[in-house]
């Protein structure tokens, strides 16, 4: 590892933990109701609230409530597969795309639904700037919404005794689009634009090269989607190879803001919790079990890409570091990035439920690329998606303080209220069943001839692909191995990894929080084990190491560590 390499990585957590501190307050306040709205913007809040017949006043039970959710994803899906299936039919397609297959159609309209952003597809020679616009980057503001809206139903579950409801959905939907999204984004959008991201609605440009060729160069409306997919833990990419392609990311201040907004929401959630729930010292624990468990992959990365694979050193390629070189192993790495931001990005990325790149996961090393893996295997729980990173954590913060309650011989309490049956089930089947999935899948790609036919390269590292691919799939993250291919099978596989991936934690989390919003507090006691300290947030750690880890092993031994061991 290079000083620079590292000072790089620990500016970026700084500032990161900087912003998304009052970040957080900010939050707190659209969802719990105390933030001051001018009376501008509360006139068409309650507009959209009469539109829906409801107001900001009425609260739903967690059933109406996931009932609600559920059916809002359901009408979206069907408007995204019409504009998809329809597009060369529609106008803002200066290109002259075609409608997109139904398979493919299939597949991304549920990946862009439950904020996946999975693409089977090259967006600039598949998209038209329609499909772009009223299609995808739609679904990156509403899929993202809805995270948001689900887990600050959540938090009123804990932060409520003998409640019947968590909240109302349109409310909550509401206002993480108006007051927190469409803000971000627009001023994200405006700095990007700044610095060379391009926007704009005129067709392909025509280039002649330096060797007299002509070169075909993909524009259209990027920078906006760019901010949205970035904030909104959505991923995916205006253009095929992402944020490599300098019409998305052209330098060292748009790569640092475009990471940055990876994990400012999820982070900032994390401190949101603890002053909805009352106690801002129970968001610190599980921050620095995220940032713990975030460190932990960096140190396990960035070593492995700047040693470089054994391939490599074998081939004499020069490895070290240098004035005019970052050395290690900088294959599908852009030069401008280097490993350290390539390294910081894939671990951000894939901590998150997000999934854009700034270089290729399938060229990194296999120890390096075995952290993505894990990384997306524990859930999307280290920081995760807007929303459901935070929410698919209290899963094992349940488990953590079932433990613990063993541990001490006493009936386990968090925030004051006990832990029973009925919570632990949900909190399991929260945690366990994205993962199980995951592994289902994958052995079915394996072993049958038409999910092979998707495994374009052999071996460890063609296993590695096809886990790669059910794993960012179930748990929504995105991103992907390269070379696993896009077939009907693949698709169609991944559409039900992508669906039940989404909605099984989300409704899992809604009757989590609203058992626990019908719980009554008891007030601590000698034997209560505390949850706002080191302690606690050491256990956390352990328990999402050893419940995804122990799960996940097994699969990592056929793919990377094979890869790893070998010569």
């Known amino acids: 590892m290079t000083a620079n390499g590292i000072a790089q990585i620990v500016v970026y957590l700084v500032v990161l933990t900087v912003l998304a501190y009052p970040l957080g307050w900010y939050m707190a306040r659209v969802y719990s109701g105390t933030l001051r709205i001018p009376r501008l913007l509360a006139a068409p809040e309650r507009g959209f609230y009469r539109l829906m017949g409801t ?11 996931a009932i609600t959710a559920l059916v809002f994803m359901a009408v979206f899906a069907v408007c995204l597969y019409a504009f998809l299936r329809l597009q060369g039919h529609l106008p803002l397609n200066p290109d002259g795309m075609k409608g997109v297959n139904s398979w493919v159609s299939m597949n991304t309209t549920a990946s862009f639904v439950t904020n996946t952003n ?4 090259s967006g600039e020679t598949t998209m038209s700037y329609l499909s772009q616009m009223a299609g995808l980057a739609v679904q990156n503001f509403v899929s993202a919404a809805l995270g948001m809206a689900v887990l600050a139903a959540v938090i ?17 939907v509401y206002r993480s689009l108006v007051y927190i999204l469409l803000p971000l984004a627009v001023l994200l959008a405006i700095l990007l634009v700044s610095q060379g991201v391009v926007q704009t609605f005129d067709g392909s440009a025509t ?15 990027a920078a906006s989607q760019i901010a949205i997919k970035q904030l909104g833990t959505n991923g995916g990419g205006f253009y095929n190879s992402n944020s490599a392609v300098p019409f998305e990311n052209p330098n060292g201040f748009t790569n640092l803001l475009e990471m940055l907004s990876i994990l400012l929401i999820p982070v900032g959630q994390v401190f949101m919790f603890g002053r909805m729930v009352g106690s801002r ?10 940032m713990a468990m975030t460190i932990i992959g960096i140190a396990v990365a960035l070593p492995a890409e700047q040693h470089g694979s054994q391939v490599l050193r074998s081939s004499g390629v020069n490895l070290a570091a240098g004035s005019g070189s970052s050395g290690g192993n900088m294959s599908d790495k852009e030069v401008r990035n280097g490993i350290a931001s390539t390294v910081n990005w894939a671990v951000a990325t894939t901590n998150a439920s997000n999934g854009s790149v700034n270089g290729g996961h399938d060229a990194l090393t296999a120890t390096g690329g075995g952290v993505p893996i894990v990384n997306i295997f524990t859930g999307e729980v280290i920081w995760g998606g807007v929303g459901s990173g935070l929410y698919g954590m209290f899963f094992y913060i349940v488990i953590a303080v079932f433990v613990a309650g063993l541990m001490v011989g006493r009936t386990p309490e968090y925030l004051g209220k006990k ?18 999935l995951v592994l289902v899948l994958t052995a079915v790609a394996v072993v049958t001839d038409r999910g092979l036919a998707s495994m374009h390269n052999p071996g460890a590292h063609g296993f590695s692909e096809a886990l790669y691919a059910y794993d960012s799939q179930a748990n929504n993250n995105g991103s992907a191995f390269a070379g696993y291919g896009a077939t009907e099978f693949s698709a169609l596989v991944g559409s039900i990894a992508l669906w039940l991936g989404r909605f099984a934690p989300l409704v899992a989390a809604l009757a989590l929080g609203g058992a626990l919003a019908a719980k009554k507090t008891v007030p601590p006691s000698a034997g209560t084990f505390r949850t706002d300290g080191l302690t606690f947030a050491v256990l956390l750690v352990g328990v999402v190491a050893l419940t995804a880890g122990l799960m996940i092993f097994p699969a990592l031994s056929l793919g990377p560590i094979v890869e790893a061991l070998s010569p």
């Not at 999975?118 to 597809?121: D, K, L, P, T, V």
């Not at 010292?281 to 995220?290: D, G, N, S, T, V």
């Open 419 to 436: 832990i029973e049956a009925r919570e632990i089930k949900l909190a399991a089947v929260g945690a366990l069943l994205v993962p199980m």
């Open 207 to 221: 280039a002649t090269t330096l060797e007299g060729a002509k070169q075909t160069i993909a524009r259209g409306p």
């Open 281 to 290: 010292r129970q968001a610190y624990p599980i921050y620095a079990a995220m």
């Open 55 to 65: 107001s900001a006043e009425s609260e739903q039970a967690w059933k109406p409530y």
């Open 118 to 121: 999975w693409q089977y597809y």
């Open 156 to 172: 009123r579950g804990f932060a409520r005794r003998s409640a019947s409801t968590v909240g109302n959905f349109w409310v909550d």
